[in-house]
Protein backbone atom coordinates (compact mmCIF):
# COMPACT_ATOMS: atom_id res chain seq x y z
CA UNK A 1 0.00 0.00 0.00
CA UNK A 2 1.24 3.83 -1.00
CA UNK A 3 0.57 6.71 1.34
CA UNK A 4 2.10 9.11 -1.34
CA UNK A 5 -0.57 11.82 -1.97
CA UNK A 6 -0.85 10.65 -5.81
CA UNK A 7 -2.23 7.37 -4.71
CA UNK A 8 -4.71 8.08 -2.02
CA UNK A 9 -8.27 9.19 -2.61
CA UNK A 10 -8.70 12.94 -2.59
CA UNK A 11 -11.86 12.41 -0.13
CA UNK A 12 -10.10 10.69 2.21
CA UNK A 13 -10.81 12.37 4.93
CA UNK A 14 -9.29 9.67 7.56
CA UNK A 15 -5.65 9.74 5.85
CA UNK A 16 -5.60 13.52 6.61
CA UNK A 17 -6.34 12.81 9.97
CA UNK A 18 -4.02 10.45 10.09
CA UNK A 19 -0.99 12.56 9.19
CA UNK A 20 -2.34 15.52 11.14
CA UNK A 21 -1.40 13.45 14.47
CA UNK A 22 1.58 11.83 13.22
CA UNK A 23 2.58 15.68 12.97
CA UNK A 24 1.21 15.82 16.09
CA UNK A 25 3.21 13.59 17.70
CA UNK A 26 6.44 14.43 16.12
CA UNK A 27 9.45 15.29 18.58
CA UNK A 28 9.95 18.57 19.60
CA UNK A 29 13.61 18.44 19.40
CA UNK A 30 13.42 19.97 15.53
CA UNK A 31 14.48 17.28 13.77
CA UNK A 32 13.00 15.90 10.40
CA UNK A 33 11.92 12.32 10.12
CA UNK A 34 14.93 10.15 8.99
CA UNK A 35 14.93 8.48 6.13
CA UNK A 36 17.82 6.08 6.71
CA UNK A 37 17.18 2.57 7.11
CA UNK A 38 18.18 1.26 10.42
CA UNK A 39 19.96 -2.14 11.77
CA UNK A 40 17.57 -4.97 11.35
CA UNK A 41 14.97 -2.90 9.06
CA UNK A 42 15.19 -4.11 6.26
CA UNK A 43 14.53 -1.81 3.14
CA UNK A 44 11.89 0.06 4.79
CA UNK A 45 12.42 3.64 5.80
CA UNK A 46 12.84 4.56 9.15
CA UNK A 47 10.98 8.04 10.67
CA UNK A 48 12.81 7.97 14.16
CA UNK A 49 14.96 10.36 14.93
CA UNK A 50 18.56 9.95 14.53
CA UNK A 51 21.10 10.33 17.44
CA UNK A 52 22.72 14.10 17.29
CA UNK A 53 19.69 14.85 14.92
CA UNK A 54 18.82 17.45 17.67
CA UNK A 55 17.89 21.56 16.90
CA UNK A 56 21.45 22.01 16.81
CA UNK A 57 22.32 20.34 13.93
CA UNK A 58 19.16 20.71 11.78
CA UNK A 59 19.90 24.55 12.45
CA UNK A 60 21.71 26.36 9.10
CA UNK A 61 21.59 29.65 11.39
CA UNK A 62 24.22 30.44 13.48
CA UNK A 63 23.95 30.42 17.43
CA UNK A 64 21.93 33.55 18.64
CA UNK A 65 20.70 34.04 14.83
CA UNK A 66 16.79 33.39 14.40
CA UNK A 67 15.42 31.84 11.20
CA UNK A 68 14.27 34.12 8.71
CA UNK A 69 10.31 33.87 9.30
CA UNK A 70 8.10 36.50 7.44
CA UNK A 71 7.75 39.46 9.22
CA UNK A 72 5.18 41.03 9.96
CA UNK A 73 4.33 43.13 7.14
CA UNK A 74 2.84 46.87 7.54
CA UNK A 75 2.23 50.13 5.99
CA UNK A 76 5.95 50.40 5.44
CA UNK A 77 6.72 47.22 4.29
CA UNK A 78 8.21 45.76 0.97
CA UNK A 79 4.74 43.57 0.13
CA UNK A 80 3.13 47.17 0.65
CA UNK A 81 5.21 48.65 -1.78
CA UNK A 82 4.59 45.62 -4.26
CA UNK A 83 1.23 45.71 -3.75
CA UNK A 84 1.04 49.24 -4.75
CA UNK A 85 3.68 48.89 -7.51
CA UNK A 86 1.01 46.23 -8.91
CA UNK A 87 -2.15 48.46 -8.31
CA UNK A 88 -0.62 51.23 -10.07
CA UNK A 89 0.73 48.87 -12.78
CA UNK A 90 -2.66 48.08 -13.20
CA UNK A 91 -3.97 51.19 -13.54
CA UNK A 92 -1.63 52.49 -16.24
CA UNK A 93 -1.67 48.96 -18.56
CA UNK A 94 -5.57 48.99 -18.26
CA UNK A 95 -5.99 52.79 -19.59
CA UNK A 96 -4.64 51.63 -23.01
CA UNK A 97 -3.05 54.93 -23.29
CA UNK A 98 0.63 54.00 -23.90
CA UNK A 99 -0.19 51.34 -26.82
CA UNK A 100 -3.10 53.63 -28.16
CA UNK A 101 -0.57 56.45 -28.73
CA UNK A 102 2.23 54.33 -29.91
CA UNK A 103 -0.11 52.87 -32.59
CA UNK A 104 -1.25 55.91 -33.82
CA UNK A 105 1.98 57.49 -33.78
CA UNK A 106 3.20 54.85 -36.32
CA UNK A 107 -0.13 54.79 -38.00
CA UNK A 108 0.52 58.62 -39.20
CA UNK A 109 3.89 58.53 -40.11
CA UNK A 110 4.91 61.49 -41.93
CA UNK A 111 0.97 63.05 -42.78
CA UNK A 112 0.53 66.63 -41.22
CA UNK A 113 -0.76 67.03 -38.30
CA UNK A 114 -2.65 70.15 -36.30
CA UNK A 115 -0.01 71.44 -33.74
CA UNK A 116 -3.05 71.20 -31.21
CA UNK A 117 -3.48 67.28 -31.90
CA UNK A 118 0.24 67.30 -31.64
CA UNK A 119 0.08 69.20 -27.81
CA UNK A 120 -2.60 66.65 -27.04
CA UNK A 121 -0.56 63.54 -28.34
CA UNK A 122 2.57 64.83 -25.92
CA UNK A 123 0.38 65.52 -22.58
CA UNK A 124 -0.64 61.87 -22.92
CA UNK A 125 2.08 60.37 -23.83
CA UNK A 126 4.21 62.37 -20.80
CA UNK A 127 1.53 61.39 -18.49
CA UNK A 128 1.26 57.91 -19.34
CA UNK A 129 5.64 57.74 -19.39
CA UNK A 130 5.75 59.45 -15.86
CA UNK A 131 2.57 56.82 -14.58
CA UNK A 132 4.85 54.33 -15.87
CA UNK A 133 7.99 55.47 -14.07
CA UNK A 134 6.21 55.97 -10.70
CA UNK A 135 5.48 52.36 -10.92
CA UNK A 136 8.81 51.60 -11.74
CA UNK A 137 10.16 53.47 -8.18
CA UNK A 138 7.44 51.88 -5.92
CA UNK A 139 8.56 48.70 -7.29
CA UNK A 140 12.29 49.43 -6.86
CA UNK A 141 11.41 50.57 -3.83
CA UNK A 142 9.76 47.28 -2.38
CA UNK A 143 12.83 45.41 -3.84
CA UNK A 144 15.53 47.24 -2.30
CA UNK A 145 13.03 46.90 1.06
CA UNK A 146 13.13 43.22 0.77
CA UNK A 147 14.90 41.13 3.19
CA UNK A 148 15.09 37.67 4.54
CA UNK A 149 12.12 37.53 6.20
CA UNK A 150 10.27 39.07 2.83
CA UNK A 151 7.37 37.08 1.55
CA UNK A 152 8.58 35.39 -2.12
CA UNK A 153 5.38 36.63 -3.70
CA UNK A 154 6.17 40.00 -2.64
CA UNK A 155 9.51 40.00 -4.95
CA UNK A 156 7.59 38.56 -7.25
CA UNK A 157 4.94 40.76 -8.06
CA UNK A 158 8.03 43.55 -7.56
CA UNK A 159 9.69 42.44 -9.76
CA UNK A 160 6.95 41.57 -12.41
CA UNK A 161 5.85 45.58 -12.20
CA UNK A 162 9.44 46.69 -12.32
CA UNK A 163 9.98 44.67 -15.52
CA UNK A 164 6.80 46.01 -17.16
CA UNK A 165 6.70 49.63 -16.12
CA UNK A 166 10.40 49.74 -17.60
CA UNK A 167 8.81 48.19 -20.97
CA UNK A 168 6.49 51.21 -20.70
CA UNK A 169 8.48 53.78 -20.07
CA UNK A 170 10.56 52.85 -23.14
CA UNK A 171 7.02 52.78 -25.15
CA UNK A 172 6.41 56.05 -23.82
CA UNK A 173 10.05 57.64 -24.96
CA UNK A 174 9.69 55.60 -28.57
CA UNK A 175 6.39 57.55 -28.79
CA UNK A 176 7.54 60.71 -27.86
CA UNK A 177 10.30 60.20 -30.82
CA UNK A 178 8.28 58.73 -33.50
CA UNK A 179 5.74 62.14 -32.81
CA UNK A 180 5.26 64.27 -36.00
CA UNK A 181 6.13 67.81 -35.81
CA UNK A 182 2.67 69.65 -35.46
CA UNK A 183 1.87 72.15 -38.76
CA UNK A 184 -0.37 74.61 -38.93
CA UNK A 185 -3.31 73.32 -40.83
CA UNK A 186 -4.98 76.29 -43.50
CA UNK A 187 -8.10 76.96 -43.15
CA UNK A 188 -10.41 76.16 -46.31
CA UNK A 189 -11.60 79.04 -47.94
CA UNK A 190 -15.19 78.88 -48.83
Avoid: K
Avoid at 53 to 58: L, N
Avoid at 71 to 89: C, D, I, N, Q, R
Avoid at 138 to 151: K, P, Q
Amino acid sequence: MSTSPEDRDPNDRAWDADRSRDADDAPATGAGPSFTPQEGAGTEPSFAPQEGAGAEAAAPWEEGEAPAEPGPGGVLSAETFALTALALLAVTVLSGQLLQLFTTMVLIGDQPVPVDQVRQFSTQVVIGGISAAVVALVAGISLIMTGAGTRPWARWAAATALIVSLLLVLLAVVTYILMPAGTEMQQPTF
